[in-house]
Protein backbone atom coordinates (compact mmCIF):
# COMPACT_ATOMS: atom_id res chain seq x y z
CA UNK A 1 0.00 0.00 0.00
CA UNK A 2 1.46 3.68 -0.36
CA UNK A 3 1.40 6.21 1.40
CA UNK A 4 -1.59 8.05 -0.23
CA UNK A 5 -4.21 5.71 1.48
CA UNK A 6 -2.47 6.59 5.22
CA UNK A 7 -5.56 9.06 7.06
CA UNK A 8 -4.52 11.87 8.21
CA UNK A 9 -5.67 14.01 11.65
CA UNK A 10 -7.21 17.00 11.33
CA UNK A 11 -3.37 19.06 12.65
CA UNK A 12 -2.21 17.48 9.49
CA UNK A 13 -4.77 18.95 7.44
CA UNK A 14 -4.08 22.55 9.00
CA UNK A 15 -0.16 21.74 8.38
CA UNK A 16 -0.80 21.23 4.46
CA UNK A 17 -3.39 24.31 4.51
CA UNK A 18 -0.52 26.54 6.49
CA UNK A 19 2.16 25.31 4.34
CA UNK A 20 0.16 26.23 1.00
CA UNK A 21 -0.70 29.68 2.28
CA UNK A 22 2.99 30.14 2.95
CA UNK A 23 3.69 29.30 -0.63
CA UNK A 24 0.90 31.59 -1.54
CA UNK A 25 2.19 34.27 0.46
CA UNK A 26 6.05 34.07 -1.02
CA UNK A 27 3.94 34.34 -4.38
CA UNK A 28 2.03 37.01 -3.72
CA UNK A 29 5.08 39.01 -1.87
CA UNK A 30 6.93 38.42 -4.95
CA UNK A 31 3.87 40.47 -7.24
CA UNK A 32 3.50 42.80 -5.15
CA UNK A 33 6.76 43.70 -5.83
CA UNK A 34 6.54 43.27 -9.41
CA UNK A 35 3.50 45.45 -9.87
CA UNK A 36 5.16 48.11 -8.39
CA UNK A 37 7.90 48.16 -10.90
CA UNK A 38 5.43 48.57 -13.32
CA UNK A 39 3.62 51.01 -11.68
CA UNK A 40 6.82 53.01 -11.62
CA UNK A 41 7.33 52.37 -15.15
CA UNK A 42 3.58 53.53 -15.99
CA UNK A 43 3.96 56.49 -13.66
CA UNK A 44 6.87 58.16 -14.90
CA UNK A 45 7.83 57.00 -18.97
CA UNK A 46 4.42 55.32 -19.47
CA UNK A 47 2.35 57.62 -17.97
CA UNK A 48 0.96 59.71 -21.32
CA UNK A 49 -0.97 55.79 -21.54
CA UNK A 50 -2.86 57.06 -18.03
CA UNK A 51 -2.91 53.22 -17.03
CA UNK A 52 -1.40 54.16 -13.48
CA UNK A 53 -4.44 53.96 -11.45
CA UNK A 54 -5.37 50.70 -12.76
CA UNK A 55 -1.62 49.07 -11.82
CA UNK A 56 -1.81 50.61 -8.46
CA UNK A 57 -5.36 49.10 -8.22
CA UNK A 58 -4.17 45.71 -8.42
CA UNK A 59 -1.03 46.83 -6.16
CA UNK A 60 -3.96 47.59 -3.74
CA UNK A 61 -5.58 43.84 -4.22
CA UNK A 62 -2.59 41.94 -4.25
CA UNK A 63 -1.38 43.75 -1.00
CA UNK A 64 -5.03 43.07 0.74
CA UNK A 65 -4.41 39.06 -0.12
CA UNK A 66 -0.75 39.31 1.02
CA UNK A 67 -2.74 40.57 4.46
CA UNK A 68 -5.52 38.22 4.58
CA UNK A 69 -2.51 35.36 3.76
CA UNK A 70 -0.55 36.58 6.53
CA UNK A 71 -3.63 36.86 9.24
CA UNK A 72 -5.18 33.35 8.14
CA UNK A 73 -1.56 31.82 8.75
CA UNK A 74 -1.17 33.07 12.10
CA UNK A 75 -5.09 32.25 12.99
CA UNK A 76 -3.79 28.27 11.83
CA UNK A 77 -0.66 28.25 13.42
CA UNK A 78 -2.26 29.32 16.75
CA UNK A 79 -4.90 26.22 15.99
CA UNK A 80 -2.23 24.06 15.51
CA UNK A 81 -0.36 24.66 18.94
CA UNK A 82 -3.51 24.74 20.81
CA UNK A 83 -3.44 21.25 18.90
CA UNK A 84 -0.40 20.09 20.11
CA UNK A 85 -0.68 17.52 23.35
CA UNK A 86 -0.04 18.89 27.05
CA UNK A 87 3.39 18.03 28.19
CA UNK A 88 3.04 14.44 30.28
CA UNK A 89 4.05 15.49 33.54
Known amino acids: MSDEHV????????????????????YSKNNVETLTAEWLLFDGELSKL????????????QGQLHEALETVITDLEEVL????PAPEE
Not at 7 to 26: F, Y
Not at 81 to 84: A, G, N, Q, R, T
Open 81 to 84: EKMK
Open 7 to 26: KKTPADHIGDTVAQLKEMRH
Open 50 to 61: KLADKIADLMDR
